[in-house]
C-alpha cells in the first residue's frame, strides 16, 4: 500500500501509533465519568451533547494517529483479531459494570484502525470511493430502521459491538453503548484512504468531525438511531470531491446498482417487521449495570 511521504518515519512503530492515543482515549473518558460529580446538575443537559462532541473527537484523534502511517505489519493483524476476541469474551462472561464497558471499548478500538486497513486495501482507485460510500451508506441505514443494528439494540446485544461512552448527563455517568465498533472502522477506512491516494490530509478531521456532529445532532434531536455512515460519509465526500469525483460510467453503475440494493433490503426488512410476532416486553433488572462494580448492600437488605 503507498503512503505518504512521512509515513516511513510514523509507520515504524505502529504500536506506539496504536496504543499511546488510545491510552489518552481511555485517560480522557474515565476522567469525564469520575468527575462527574463536579459539575453542577443544572449544568449537566448542557455539558452532556459538549462532552459527546470531546469524545468523538477524542476518538478521531486516535484513529488519525493511529492510522498516520498508512499501513500495519502482520503482528498487528494478529494484535487486531485477539483485541476482538477479548472484546467478545469480556462481553460474555463479565456484567455489564461501568468498568467492564470501558475495558471492552477499549479492546474493540484498539482493532479498529487495523481493520480499518484492511478494508482500504480492497479499493482499487480513488474514484471509487464515492460508489462505496453510497453503498455503506445505504446498507447501514438499513441496518439501523431494518437489519442487524435494529436487532441488536431491540435485544440488547449491541453491547457486544459498541463503544461506550459515559453518559455526563446522567447522575451517576456510567458508561453506556453508543457507536458501534463498524463506525470507527469505516473512519479509519477513510483516513487510510487519504493517505494511500495522496489526497490532502487537511481537511481529513474537520471533515469527520462535522460528519460525527450532524450524526451527534440528529440522535439528540430525534430522539432515535441514526445511521452514522450517512452523515460522515456525507461530510468527507462534500470536503474531497474534487479528489474523489467518479466518472460518469462509475456513477451510472452504481445508480443501478443502488436502485436494486435499495429494492432488496425495503422489502427484505418490511418483510421480517411485518411477518415477526411482538414480543414481550423485557423485564426490569433487578440492579442497575451502569456502576463501577458490584454495588454494595444496603442496610435494609441485610
Known amino acids: 500500500m503507498r503512503s505518504s511521504p512521512g509515513s516511513q518515519a510514523t509507520g515504524a512503530a505502529w ?21 462527574n460529580h463536579l459539575i453542577p446538575p443544572g449544568w449537566r443537559m448542557y455539558a452532556g451533547p459538549l462532552t459527546y462532541l470531546a469524545l468523538f473527537a477524542t476518538t478521531i484523534g486516535y484513529v488519525v494517529l493511529a492510522c498516520r502511517g498508512g499501513q500495519f505489519p502482520r503482528a498487528a493483524t494478529y494484535m487486531a483479531i485477539g483485541a476482538f476476541a477479548c472484546s467478545f469474551l469480556v462481553s460474555v462472561l463479565l456484567p455489564p459494570f461501568g468498568t467492564v464497558r470501558l475495558a471492552r471499548s477499549i479492546l474493540l478500538l484498539a482493532g479498529a484502525p487495523v481493520a480499518g486497513f484492511w478494508v482500504a486495501r480492497l479499493v482499487a482507485s480513488r474514484q471509487y470511493l464515492v460508489p462505496v460510500l453510497l453503498v455503506a451508506a445505504v446498507a447501514d ?23 461506550s461512552y459515559p453518559r455526563v448527563a446522567a447522575p451517576d455517568a456510567a458508561p453506556a453503548p453508543l457507536v458501534g465498533v463498524t ?24 471533515a469527520l468531525v462535522l460528519g460525527c456532529t450532524a450524526g451527534g445532532v440528529a440522535v439528540w434531536g430525534l430522539g432515535m438511531p441514526v445511521p452514522l455512515l450517512v452523515t460522515i460519509g456525507a461530510a468527507f465526500v462534500i470536503a474531497y470531491f474534487p479528489e474523489v469525483r467518479p466518472s460518469r460510467e462509475i456513477m451510472r453503475t452504481t445508480a443501478l446498482f443502488l436502485l436494486v440494493l435499495v429494492a432488496v433490503l425495503v422489502t427484505v426488512g418490511l418483510t421480517r417487521r411485518f411477518l415477526s410476532p411482538p414480543e414481550a416486553p423485557a423485564e426490569a433488572p433487578a440492579s442497575s449495570p451502569d456502576t463501577w462494580g458490584p454495588e454494595e448492600p444496603s442496610p435494609a437488605d441485610s
Open 183 to 206: 463506525d470507527w472502522v469505516f473512519v479509519a477506512f477513510l483516513v487510510l484512504t487519504v493517505y494511500r491516494f495522496g489526497m490532502p490530509a487537511w481537511k481529513l478531521a474537520p
Open 141 to 163: 441505514a438499513w441496518s439501523v430502521f431494518f437489519g442487524l443494528s435494529e436487532i441488536l439494540v431491540r435485544t440488547g446485544a449491541v453491547e457486544h459491538v459498541a463503544v
Open 15 to 35: 504500536e506506539v501509533r496504536l496504543f499511546a492515543p488510545l491510552a489518552g482515549w481511555a485517560l480522557v473518558a474515565i476522567g469525564l465519568w469520575r468527575l
